[in-house]
């Protein structure tokens, strides 16, 4: 089946899920590849069976390379660590959302582990581009973090790895008794790659102070856990990280080139996993 058939037989299914950005009233019907709500606002499914909710195109830095860049390194493995721990949180056929998506391999490698109904969004246009080639596990679509086009108390998982928040938007979305599963990084994340490159600078540290403080106010109860592993670099994977990564964005080129791989043989990911409900 085409992807464009996948996406409006999901939407179909789904329906009751979404909500129109524009107006936030329902959605009608799926007809002619065309998502109609009540007061006759539309959008167009494109061929790869994604959707653009966005009423103009909004900035991003995150290139088609780049993105490339960071599927390769995600498909080596460096998330696996805590996917697993998120996807031992996720129940068969539940709905989950993934806020800020990106190229969609979380997505994907969380649909291998648990079976569920997963939707991405990013603002993103290539992202969303490139997350379609994951359309038969997951459907995914471009829109804005303020203005979510999914309807109040529908999803049972929201997921926010390494993105932006909105935590009132959150709460309108998830079902009574959902959980937000949010994932910062710690000092030691990517720590290798930040001291050679920033060492005495700002840079060469990081504080998830702010981000848990915020995060605390809204879900009090929250829980959490940290993941830590080191993954050894091979050529390729040290190329992608370069490329994939926002600490090499502003980096000057004596900078770039003392990145070899005798210098930075391995890289760790040390990440806190929040779960509020």
Not at 99 to 121: D, H, K, S, W
Not at 250 to 258: D, E, I, M, V
């Amino acid at each position: 089946m085409k992807k464009i058939e996948l996406a409006k037989q999901f939407l179909t299914t789904n329906l009751a899920v979404l909500q129109c950005p524009i107006c936030q009233d329902v959605f009608a019907s799926v007809a002619e590849h065309q998502l109609l709500c009540v007061n006759g606002h539309s959008f167009d499914l494109a061929k790869n069976g994604t959707l653009y909710f966005l009423a103009k195109q909004m900035k991003s830095e995150y290139t088609k390379e780049m993105l490339q860049h960071r599927r390769a390194f995600l498909q080596a493995g460096f998330f696996q660590p805590f996917l697993k721990e998120i996807a031992s949180r996720i129940t068969p056929d539940s709905l989950v959302l993934d806020v800020g998506c990106g190229e969609g391999t979380p997505v994907q490698q969380l649909n291998a582990q648990v079976p569920a109904r997963y939707i991405g969004f990013d603002i993103s246009k290539p992202a969303i581009q490139l997350a379609s080639d994951y359309n038969a596990d997951a459907w995914f679509c471009a829109a804005d973090l303020a203005r979510m086009p999914f309807a109040d108390h529908q999803l049972d998982t929201v997921l926010n790895i390494f993105s932006p928040s909105q935590y009132q938007e959150f709460k309108r979305v998830l079902k009574p008794g959902g959980q937000l599963i949010k994932v910062i990084p710690n000092a030691g994340y990517l720590h290798e790659l930040r001291e050679l490159l920033y060492h005495g600078q700002a840079k060469e540290s990081y504080d998830h102070g702010p981000v848990l403080e915020l995060f605390a106010q809204h879900f009090p109860d929250y829980q959490e856990m940290q993941v830590q592993k080191t993954m050894t670099l091979t050529p390729e994977t040290l190329r992608d990280l370069v490329e994939m990564t926002p600490l090499t964005w502003t980096a000057s080129k004596a900078q770039l080139a003392a990145i070899t791989l005798e210098a930075l043989p391995e890289i760790s990911l040390d990440v806190t996993i929040l779960v509020g409900k």
